[in-house]
Protein backbone atom coordinates (compact mmCIF):
# COMPACT_ATOMS: atom_id res chain seq x y z
CA UNK A 1 0.00 0.00 0.00
CA UNK A 2 2.60 2.33 0.82
CA UNK A 3 4.25 1.80 -2.68
CA UNK A 4 0.75 2.51 -4.30
CA UNK A 5 0.24 5.63 -2.49
CA UNK A 6 4.19 6.79 -3.44
CA UNK A 7 3.27 6.16 -6.85
CA UNK A 8 -0.23 7.32 -7.29
CA UNK A 9 -0.69 9.44 -4.54
CA UNK A 10 -3.98 7.94 -3.90
CA UNK A 11 -6.00 7.83 -0.73
CA UNK A 12 -5.20 5.00 1.84
CA UNK A 13 -8.86 4.12 3.50
CA UNK A 14 -8.22 0.54 5.78
CA UNK A 15 -11.23 -1.36 5.02
CA UNK A 16 -12.39 -4.84 5.74
CA UNK A 17 -15.19 -7.41 6.03
CA UNK A 18 -15.71 -9.67 8.60
CA UNK A 19 -18.51 -12.70 7.98
CA UNK A 20 -21.34 -12.40 10.52
CA UNK A 21 -23.10 -15.78 9.87
CA UNK A 22 -23.92 -16.09 5.97
CA UNK A 23 -22.95 -12.76 5.76
CA UNK A 24 -20.40 -10.15 5.50
CA UNK A 25 -20.31 -6.81 7.55
CA UNK A 26 -18.28 -3.80 5.77
CA UNK A 27 -16.03 -1.43 7.46
CA UNK A 28 -14.51 1.53 6.64
CA UNK A 29 -11.60 2.84 9.30
CA UNK A 30 -10.47 6.31 9.13
CA UNK A 31 -8.60 7.59 6.21
CA UNK A 32 -4.41 6.65 6.56
CA UNK A 33 -3.13 10.17 6.09
CA UNK A 34 0.52 10.69 4.30
CA UNK A 35 2.92 13.03 3.16
CA UNK A 36 3.49 11.53 -0.80
CA UNK A 37 6.75 13.74 -1.22
CA UNK A 38 8.15 11.88 1.91
CA UNK A 39 7.53 8.42 0.56
CA UNK A 40 10.53 8.97 -1.81
CA UNK A 41 12.71 7.47 1.36
CA UNK A 42 11.87 3.91 1.88
CA UNK A 43 12.27 4.52 5.72
CA UNK A 44 9.34 6.64 5.29
CA UNK A 45 7.64 3.83 2.96
CA UNK A 46 8.74 1.38 5.99
CA UNK A 47 6.74 3.87 8.33
CA UNK A 48 4.00 4.04 6.87
CA UNK A 49 3.24 0.25 6.26
CA UNK A 50 3.82 -0.14 10.09
CA UNK A 51 1.22 2.32 10.60
CA UNK A 52 -1.36 0.54 8.14
CA UNK A 53 -0.61 -2.79 9.92
CA UNK A 54 -1.63 -1.07 13.35
CA UNK A 55 -4.47 -0.05 11.84
CA UNK A 56 -5.28 -3.50 11.26
CA UNK A 57 -3.99 -5.06 14.10
CA UNK A 58 -6.95 -4.83 16.64
CA UNK A 59 -9.40 -5.91 13.74
CA UNK A 60 -6.99 -9.11 12.78
CA UNK A 61 -6.87 -9.83 16.55
CA UNK A 62 -10.67 -9.53 17.19
CA UNK A 63 -11.26 -11.92 14.48
CA UNK A 64 -8.37 -13.58 13.98
CA UNK A 65 -10.27 -17.39 12.85
CA UNK A 66 -10.78 -15.05 9.49
CA UNK A 67 -7.39 -13.92 8.94
CA UNK A 68 -5.30 -15.77 6.87
CA UNK A 69 -1.19 -14.58 5.98
CA UNK A 70 -0.59 -15.41 2.14
CA UNK A 71 3.10 -15.37 2.58
CA UNK A 72 4.95 -16.92 5.13
CA UNK A 73 5.91 -14.88 8.24
CA UNK A 74 7.75 -16.76 10.62
CA UNK A 75 10.51 -19.37 9.98
CA UNK A 76 9.65 -23.02 10.96
Same mark, same amino acid.
Given at each position: ?? &????????????????? %?? %??? &?????????? &????????????????? +? !?? !????? +????? &???????? !????
Amino acid at each position: AA &ELARASGCMLLPVYLPR %NG %NTY &EAHVLPEISY &ERGALRDPAARQKLTQE +I !VT !VFEPV +IQKHI &EQWYQFIP !VWQK
